[in-house]
Nanobody, 121 residues
């Protein structure tokens, strides 16, 4: 059974930074691609960032490119999302996901419960 637990969300002002963490209970963490998605009230869940198993290849949505950075620590079964220059429109519940490959659709096998990020103006 794969479990993903996100942490690090909170309430910040526009322009601030936050780092989200997702710890996975996966025996072979290094064999999984990891991703971050978000869902704002009344909107569909959307892809934010993804990182391949190798850690070399990363993917970002256009809305966060240049502001957010995804990284992983395979030794500690953790993936991070460093979020800088936060905007009000980044407000959402952020979800961690795991699967064999990175995909920008929501069809990932495993999901965390989410962590709330609220950015005030």
């Amino acid at each position: 059974q794969v479990q993903l637990v996100e942490s690090g969300g909170g309430l910040v002002q526009a322009g601030a930074s936050l780092r989200l963490s997702c710890t996975a209970s996966i025996r072979t963490f290094g064999s999984y691609a990891m991703g971050w998605f978000r869902q704002a009230p009344g909107k569909e869940r959307e892809f934010v960032a993804g990182i391949a198993r190798s850690s070399v290849t990363t993917f970002y949505s256009d809305s966060v490119k240049g502001r957010f950075t995804i990284s992983r620590d395979n030794a500690n079964n953790t993936v991070y999302l460093q979020m800088n220059s936060l905007k009000v429109e980044d407000t959402a519940v952020y979800y961690c996901a795991a699967d064999r490959l990175v995909r920008t659709t929501i069809f990932w096998n495993y999901w965390g419960q989410g962590t709330q990020v609220t950015v005030s103006s």
